[in-house]
């Protein structure tokens, strides 16, 4: 039955409903309508699903899923999927503009913060607790600010748990106001324009995720400022608080890779005012999940392609789905000289810090097939002379293997020998002279 999305007013191509108004155009969007729980069944429903607009979750909008393929990122960037590295490394930050205004969509209803009002999804057994997965924190101090993704565990009402890693801008913007005995205040928005929810989840220099926001849409991204003087973009839900010097225990959590990542001490958020829309949706994002991967693993792509372009002709790269989107890469490259591939290896290191494994492939190898990946190391790597590890470096938190994110790297240079290409390329059959089937 078709039914108009029943999400309210479209704007811009730049908006939340914008975009899920598009994926119902186009028949991207399945509804349910039947009552949800938000505790562990929302989750297991939106596993292998494409985009889903929840109309009952305890009475409440959720979607989810809106970017969990490359297809979708795809299309919320505008960029071919194949040529998203490339295309997304040549985006100028500079390029993009901010448009300060004097109200948003989530002014509709403001009041004080109430977290059991929204369908926060608890999306595992043997979680912490329900957790917002998709909210932005944006941070100001100093005259400084950031906006990056961080899971928040519900801890009351107006209380959440924030896993901030350590030596990450809004970890730093904390350090440097509690140093100057302030606390730091902070948005949190939750339901953003995709283009906003990719940018802010980019390792981009500090103060700059909006810009690129707004350098990968083409327009403004229109910030509002909340009373206690940070600037946040539009949203269905937003809420002002500030982070002082109160911890709390936070997680276990099924991170990127489907695996727990369990308990630390971390800052908790006090919320001091909560801001929707009249009807807001509420975006989960399932922890690994194909959105979260789209949205914390992909977006290192452009930067490894960025950076492993000093050094040598790179083609692509590829957060492989084996590596669950962000601990393996693999960077094809037309290598030039036998010296190259180390270099691309330690490019890769240097641009994403959690990366565990890398590995450098010539132009015949398809990166996106695991197979292609697998040939390459079996026909093209002598382990002895081309693999290079780093023991007892910082990888990721995440990677169950490591001691709270100690681990060794390897990189694999799995390209041909110059000059004896011969021996490597593969012979393929071909059809006699005029022959055809
Ligand atoms: C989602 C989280 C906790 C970020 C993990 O950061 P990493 O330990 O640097 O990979
Ligand atoms: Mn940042």
Redesign the pocket.
């Known amino acids: 039955m078709e039914r108009s999305l029943s999400v309210g007013g479209v704007s811009s191509s730049m908006s939340f409903r914008g975009f899920l108004h598009a994926l119902q155009e186009a028949g991207h969007l399945e509804e349910v309508d039947r009552p949800v729980s938000p505790s562990l069944e929302a989750a297991a429903l939106s596993v292998g699903a494409g985009p889903l607009l929840f109309n009952n979750v305890d009475g409440k909008k959720c979607c989810m899923n809106l970017l969990g393929t490359r297809d979708l990122l795809a299309r919320a960037l505008g960029i071919p999927r194949e040529d998203m590295a490339k295309a997304l490394a040549e985006i100028d930050l500079a390029g993009g503009w901010i448009r300060e205004v004097d109200s948003s969509p989530f002014m509709e209803a403001v009041g004080e913060p109430d977290l059991t009002a929204l369908p926060i999804l608890t999306h595992f057994r043997g979680d912490g607790g329900p957790y917002i997965t998709s909210g932005i924190v944006v941070s100001a101090f100093g005259g400084k600010t950031n906006a990056s993704v961080?899971?928040m565990m519900v801890l009351g009402k107006d209380r959440v748990a924030a896993?901030l890693?350590p030596g990450?801008h809004t970890s730093m913007l904390l350090q440097e106001a509690l140093a100057a005995g302030e606390r730091l205040p902070v948005g949190i928005v939750i339901g953003v324009d995709p283009l906003v929810l990719i940018a802010a989840s980019t390792r981009v220099p500090l103060g700059m995720e909006f810009q690129y926001a707004s350098a990968l849409s083409g327009s403004p991204v229109e910030l509002v400022a909340l009373d206690n003087g940070v600037f946040v973009p539009s949203a269905e839900i937003a809420f002002e608080g500030y982070i002082d010097g109160e911890r709390a225990s936070e997680g276990p959590?099924v991170?990127?890779t489907g695996t727990r990542?369990f308990p630390r001490m971390e800052p908790v958020i006090h919320l001091s005012k909560m801001m929707t829309r009249e009807v807001p949706i509420y975006h989960a994002l399932l922890p690994s999940g194909g959105e979260h991967k789209m949205l914390?693993g992909v977006p290192y792509e452009p930067l490894i392609f960025r950076a492993a372009s000093e050094v040598a002709e790179v083609k692509n790269v590829l957060l492989t789905e084996g590596g669950c989107s962000?601990l393996h890469a693999a960077v094809q490259i037309k290598k030039r000289s036998e010296a190259e591939p180390g270099k691309v290896i330690d490019a890769a290191f240097e641009a994403h810090?959690?990366l565990k494994h890398v590995i450098v492939v010539d132009e015949d190898v398809d990166i996106y097939s695991p197979e292609e990946l697998e040939y390459a190391v079996a026909t093209r790597v002598k382990g002895d002379e081309d693999m290079v590890l780093y023991p007892n470096v910082?990888?990721?938190?995440?990677?169950p293997r490591s001691v709270d994110?100690i681990t060794t790297k390897v990189g694999i240079d799995a390209t041909m020998t110059l000059g004896e290409e011969e021996k490597f390329l593969r012979v393929r059959p071909v059809l006699p002279e005029g022959r055809t089937f």
Do not use: E
């Open positions: 961080h899971r896993r890693v990450r959590f991170d990127i990542d914390m962000y810090k959690s910082r990888g990721s938190t995440l990677d994110g």
